[in-house]
Each structure stands twice: as structure tokens, then as C-alpha cells.
């Protein structure tokens, strides 16, 4: 019995002295706290129009704002201020946040970042925007450098506590809209004005902790919006399509006229006599057989074809984070309405090329740029001393201590390979993938098949 009562004793004391250790060793973790002030990065995915931006970089900024956990379950927001290509977040006194500043200890922290500079509710992050805001900062209107109203939210998550480096992929949180006009005449469309009523124009809101942008739910404002005026001539570009479509070699020439891009809030559209509706008015001066209002109210639901091919039927709507492209025919055949709606063709805000935000980090980015590289690392190679090679070659990635290079890919490319096309002299290099790929013929290479595309990228030795 005491033999058992001993045993006993062993037991629970083993037992207490795996508590402790675990509790020591959760100490441990919990101490394990990276020091310094978090360091801020930012990119756009798809476009952004650059605001004014010098090179598409913000360099000098403090229009964004940064929302962390301040206590589980509540979230306070401060300016983040961009300098030199690293946003800092700012406390009310005026220090730099770091993790000092978070004082409960979670097993997530996930952060916030916006280009709305108005204060929101710290608990809730929502902000309502003044009437100057809504009205005039944010409303609807044409995409171009001066715009004001495109809104940008990211999120970023870390694990642990043991590093101070964020790095946000922002998106776009309004909605995208153009219009396309298919004529059959060069001339009919080039002082015309394309108008579309009925849809709400101005923000209401906006979540910082969502991304969520929203209008006025109660009582929203409906109103027209001039999407091309005739202050300038619109000239048509000539497109070839079948006359008939069961005799598809049979062509005829239409002119597709596109509207500038038109940044709107998201919304659903309205139905019954409320639907939205397109004028497209011809002044007179066009001649008589042309001028007039054409005008047609927009289906409720649309043949949609999606950038990837797809056609499929959809409800309309502008939707967050979307190019919406209405296509539409101006008809004179009596037969048939004035306005003759195809498939509209959704994709994301279209991509031109990557934004960062923050100083561009080394590294590819487009198909130029791995040519380009090719070239340099060939003549660091040769030992040709024209420039300073090195220094070039380091744009694009770092060199390692045993002298290969590691190069940043930063973006999806096709590469394509013929006899003339000039190949990396040697295979001392790899990449940083960061889940892109690059497709040669019908192969596309990604992280797991990395060095068979270095060595599809690598120069073969001639045999005789």
C-alpha cells in the first residue's frame, strides 16, 4: 500500500513539474517579442491610378490609416505616415506603435491599413463619411490622375510576435465601370454624349475592419451621371464582325467607341420603371438621319464573359473590386430597339502592372524586366567592364555567400523561347517564387519545379 501511495505521490509531483515547465515554456514564447517600431509595406493588387504619385510610389504620404488590436476585441486606428518607402504608425502622444502597445497576447494579430483618412469608431472601425466626403471626395466619377474617390483596404496576419515587418496587399473597394458603343457609321458617334440615370452616386460609408464600403441603405440618392460629354471629338476604333452569325466568313466594319472608366460605389440596381437606363443622344449636327436620344433600360440580368472566356448569366451590379463593361450596339433598323445590349465582360480592376506603395522592393515584376536581367547577369558574368554590372544585377535580387544569386519574382510571366532568345550563361542563380509562375510553351513552372526552370532558362553547352 505505501509502495502504491509512493507511486501516487511520484505521479502528481511528474505531473507538476510538466505544468511548470509548460507554463515556463509558454513564458518563453510569450516573451519571444520582436523590438522596434513596425515597418509598414504595401501593395495594390491589380491598378491603381497613381493620385499624383510621383513613379507610382509613395515616397512622402500620411493619408493612410492603420487599424490594430489594441485589447482583444477592440481595435484602435492612427495615421500611418509613408517615409522613403516605409509607412510608421503613429499613437496619440506621438511615438511610433510597436508591440508594446498591444497588451493582451493572442494567438492571431491581424492588422488593418486604408487610404481613409477620416477618424472611425476605434471599436467598431466604421467611418461615416462628412457631406463634403460623400459628396465631393468620394462620389462616383471619371478614373483618371486627379480622381480622389478610390478606396484601398488590406489586412495583414501575423502568427506570433516576434516580427515587426507588415505587408499588406491592398485592394480596391469601389466599383469600376466603362461603356462600349458599336457602330456601323465612322461618324455618327464622334460629338455624342453617353449618360446613365438611376443609380446611386455617393458613399455613405465605410468599415475599416471589412473593407466594406456602403450607401445610404434608408433613403439613397438616385441620379443620373455623364459618363462621355461632347466637349471633344469620340473617335471609333474599326473592328471586323460577322454579318451573319451562321455565316461567320461574311464581315462587316463596326466602330467601337469606349467611355473613359467611371469609379462608383457598390450597389445593386434597381428594378421595374426605377431601372437604370442609357441615353446615348446624337446632337444635330450629325446630321438629321442620326441625331435623337437612343436610349434602352439595362437588363436585370446579362450574359456576362469574364476575362478568362467564360459566358455565363449574372445579375448586373457594381460590384466591389470590379470592371463592369457594358457592351452595346447602336441599331437603325426599325425592327429591331435602338439599343442592342451584348455580353457584358467582367474582370478584376483591370491589371497594368504592380503598385507598391512602399519602395519597390528588388526584384521582376514584368517580362521586361527578366529579359533585362538576362542581359545584365550575362555581362557580370563575362567580366566585362564597361559598368558597374554588379550593381545592376542587384535590382532584380541579392547575391548569396557562396556566390549564386537569388532573384525576386513578383509576378505571373510568359516566356517565350526561340532560337535568337538570349538565355542566362550559367545556372548560378535561383528564385524567391512568392506563389507566382512562369509559363514557357505549355509548361508552367512554379516553386516545387523551380530548377527545371532555371535550367530551361540557362544557355545548353553546343554539342558537335
Known amino acids: 500500500m505505501r509502495y502504491n501511495t509512493y507511486i501516487l505521490h511520484y505521479f502528481i509531483a511528474a505531473t507538476l513539474l510538466l505544468a511548470v515547465a509548460a507554463c515556463t515554456d509558454g513564458i518563453g514564447e510569450q516573451a519571444a517579442e520582436a523590438e522596434g517600431d513596425f515597418r509598414i509595406k504595401a ?27 489594441q485589447k482583444t476585441g477592440i481595435y484602435a486606428t492612427v495615421p500611418c505616415t509613408f517615409t522613403d518607402g516605409t509607412g510608421l504608425a503613429t499613437a496619440d502622444d506621438g511615438h511610433f506603435l510597436t508591440w508594446a502597445d498591444i497588451t493582451d497576447y493572442q494567438s492571431k494579430y491581424t492588422f488593418y491599413l486604408d487610404n481613409i483618412p477620416s477618424s472611425g469608431q476605434a471599436a467598431t472601425g466604421g467611418v461615416i463619411f462628412t457631406e463634403k466626403e460623400s459628396t465631393i471626395t468620394y462620389a462616383a466619377g471619371i478614373d483618371n490622375e486627379e480622381a480622389t474617390n478610390d478606396i484601398l483596404w488590406g489586412s495583414h496576419t501575423l502568427d506570433s510576435r516576434e516580427s515587426v515587418g507588415l505587408d499588406f496587399k491592398l485592394y480596391h473597394r469601389m466599383a469600376r465601370l466603362s461603356v462600349c458603343v458599336f457602330s456601323d457609321n465612322e461618324q455618327e458617334l464622334k460629338n455624342a454624349t453617353v449618360e446613365l440615370d438611376q443609380v446611386v452616386l455617393h458613399p455613405q460609408s465605410f468599415n475599416r475592419l471589412t473593407g466594406e464600403v456602403s450607401i445610404d441603405k434608408d433613403a439613397p440618392q438616385y441620379a443620373p451621371i455623364m459618363l462621355r460629354d461632347n466637349t471633344e471629338e469620340w473617335t471609333g476604333t474599326a473592328t471586323q464582325e460577322p454579318a451573319d452569325p451562321d455565316k ?59 476575362d478568362d472566356g467564360i459566358t455565363s448569366m449574372q445579375t448586373l451590379r457594381f460590384t466591389t473590386g470590379q470592371h ?50 538576362i542581359t545584365l547577369y550575362n555581362k557580370l558574368k563575362s567580366g566585362n567592364k564597361e559598368k558597374d554590372w554588379k550593381r545592376e544585377v542587384d535590382r532584380y535580387g541579392k547575391p548569396e555567400q557562396n556566390g549564386t544569386w537569388t532573384f525576386n519574382l513578383f509576378n505571373n510571366l510568359t516566356f517565350t523561347i526561340e532560337e535568337s532568345t538570349e538565355l542566362f550563361q550559367d545556372s548560378e542563380f535561383t528564385f524567391n517564387m512568392f506563389g507566382h509562375s512562369v509559363t514557357i510553351g505549355d509548361e508552367t513552372f512554379e516553386d516545387k519545379n523551380k530548377e527545371e526552370l532555371i535550367q530551361k532558362l540557362t544557355k545548353q553547352p553546343t554539342t558537335n
Open 324 to 373: 463592369l463593361t457594358l457592351n452595346v450596339t447602336l441599331l437603325h433598323d426599325n425592327e429591331k430597339p435602338p439599343l442592342e445590349f451584348r455580353p457584358a465582360v467582367v474582370e478584376p480592376w483591370k491589371y497594368i502592372d504592380r503598385f507598391v506603395a512602399s519602395a519597390d522592393e528588388e526584384g521582376i515584376y514584368k517580362l521586361a524586366d527578366l529579359q533585362k536581367l
Open 248 to 306: 461567320p466568313d461574311e464581315t462587316i466594319t463596326r466602330y467601337k467607341y469606349e467611355t473613359p472608366a467611371f469609379i462608383l460605389p457598390p450597389q445593386s440596381l434597381r428594378e421595374g420603371e426605377d431601372r437604370p437606363r442609357i441615353r446615348i443622344t446624337i446632337p444635330e449636327s450629325a446630321g438629321e438621319q442620326y441625331a435623337g436620344t437612343y436610349s434602352a433600360v439595362l437588363p436585370t440580368a446579362m450574359r456576362v464573359t469574364t
Open 43 to 69: 501593395t495594390v493588387c491589380n491598378r491603381i491610378t497613381t493620385r499624383g504619385i510621383p513613379d507610382g510610389k509613395i515616397t512622402q504620404g500620411n493619408t493612410y490609416r492603420f487599424s490594430y488590436p
